[in-house]
């Protein structure tokens, strides 16, 4: 247990794999969770990649559990739909008022930039990628993606991953820019939330997995590659502070898989519980997406 999480570490060996990528094999990824509890089910949205050149993350699904762990399928949105060279992390979750959102992190083709846009419906098996709309759309100078949504005390809170576009070899490069809204739609970036800290673990990029409201401040699990060369196969690290300005606690990472990567951490608190999802790299260089559950 890390005395900063209201649940344990995650571990493969107490984990269940919950959907497996396309195949085997490095490049193939079944992961990037967001999941959300509404009236007693979870709901999750995931992305699924091949390696590139054979589609890359090609689809974002979303999908329902009773129990957290057998899902059903609600509904597909594939990349091509979006004019999007590949999909990453999604951010899902539902309204005060009812309405399902479904923010997609697209892969502009041809580019190393990306944006992100934006479904609703009224039920999360109607989302119609004819209907999406850019929210976040970056610039000729950084791309945004793998967006992390709060709503909270009247106000949205986004944290997003950000990359340098200026050199294409430096575009791997990441920190979290955190922003708010008054409806979701419209944002204002509000600054850096998390930086890169040199020599250490995280050194070349640190993206915000997951943000959890602790009293008076905010814990946020996190993302972290200290190379290049370590790219996709980012460990999972913690950071405490307040929304807008967080700070890494440790100087190894919190948890990672013995084959590589432990990345995109969600969790979602449940009645007695904790229900937490992950993208972990197995043995064969693939990833698959996991998760675990944890009584309080």
């Not at 009773?66 to 091509?80: F, K, N, R």
């Not at 260089?285 to 559950?293: F, K, M, S, V």
Request: proline share 7%.
């Amino acid at each position: 247990m890390d005395a900063t999480l209201p649940f344990p570490l995650p571990s493969l060996d107490r984990s269940q794999v919950i959907v497996e990528p396309p195949e085997g094999g490095a490049g193939n990824w079944a992961g990037a969770p967001s999941a959300c509890l509404v009236d007693g089910v979870v709901y999750l949205a995931y992305r699924m990649r091949a390696p590139v050149g054979k589609g890359r993350g090609y689809a974002v699904v979303v999908a329902r559990s009773e129990d957290g762990e057998l899902l059903q399928t609600l509904s597909v949105i594939h990349s091509s739909a979006l004019d999007a060279e590949s999909l990453e992390r999604p951010a899902l979750l539902r309204t005060p008022d009812g309405r399902w959102r479904l923010y997609l992190s697209c892969a502009t083709p041809g580019t190393k930039h990306w944006r992100i846009e934006l479904l609703e419906a009224d039920d999360p098996r109607d989302f119609d990628p004819r209907t999406a709309k850019v929210v976040l759309p970056g610039d000729e100078h950084v791309g945004v993606k793998d967006p992390v949504i709060v709503h909270e005390d009247g106000r949205w809170h986004l944290w997003a991953s950000c990359h340098p576009l200026a050199d294409p070899d430096e575009a791997d490069q990441m920190v979290t820019e955190y922003a708010t809204s008054e409806d979701g739609v419209e944002w204002t970036w509000q600054g850096t939330a998390l930086g890169r800290t040199p020599g250490r673990w995280d050194s070349r990029g640190v993206r915000v997995s997951a943000v959890l409201p602790a009293g008076d401040r905010t814990v946020a699990c996190y993302d972290g590659r200290a190379s290049a060369a370590e790219n996709c196969e980012e460990k999972t690290g913690i950071a405490i502070g307040a929304r807008d300005c967080l700070t890494p606690q440790d100087l190894a990472p919190a948890a990672e898989s013995p084959y590589g990567g432990l990345r995109y951490l969600c969790a979602v608190r449940l009645p007695t519980a904790w229900r937490v999802y992950y993208e972990a790299t197995r043995e064969d260089g693939a990833h698959d997406l996991r998760t675990e559950l944890h009584e309080v």
